[in-house]
Structure formats: structure tokens, C-alpha cells
């Protein structure tokens, strides 16, 4: 059985660490709430602006809309 890879939700290249640390979580905990609202809002703008000129740009999009869901996840926290 040939397992694809998920390059959007789960690309390899930012898996869970060996202390079970996924980078996302990561880079929240380093920057704090309002910097890591920057920063996914500046991921939504890369993978925008680089669309159709670097890559597979549905690719490209569905991160931009992965980086667009988690801004919106962290906006309506409590």
C-alpha cells in the first residue's frame, strides 16, 4: 500500500520532533500571540503572492487557505 504525502496539513519536512513538538507549535510558542498573528499573515500573503510561479499553485493555495483557517482558529480563541 502506498501512503501519499500530505504536503499541506502534515508535509514531512515539519513533523511532529522527537520531543512531540510539531514546528507550528513551535513558532507560537516563540513569538506569543500577536507576533504568531503576523506571522500567519504574512504566510498567507507568500503563498499568495508566489502563486503560479514557484511550484504546484494549488499546492500553494491550499497552504495559503491551511495559513488562512489557523489565523481565523487563533482570532476566535477566547
Do not use: T
Request: aromatic share 8%; glycine share 6%; net charge negative.
Amino acid at each position: 500500500m502506498i501512503v501519499a504525502v500530505d504536503m499541506v496539513n502534515h508535509p514531512p519536512h515539519y513533523a511532529i520532533s522527537d520531543n512531540n513538538i510539531e514546528c507550528i507549535d513551535a513558532i507560537r510558542a516563540a513569538l506569543g500571540r500577536e507576533q504568531f498573528i503576523g506571522f500567519l499573515r504574512g504566510q498567507v500573503i507568500k503563498y499568495q503572492w508566489r502563486l503560479g510561479k514557484k511550484g504546484d499553485p494549488v499546492e500553494d493555495n491550499a497552504k495559503s487557505v491551511w495559513y488562512a483557517n489557523k489565523l481565523s482558529e487563533v482570532l476566535n480563541e477566547a
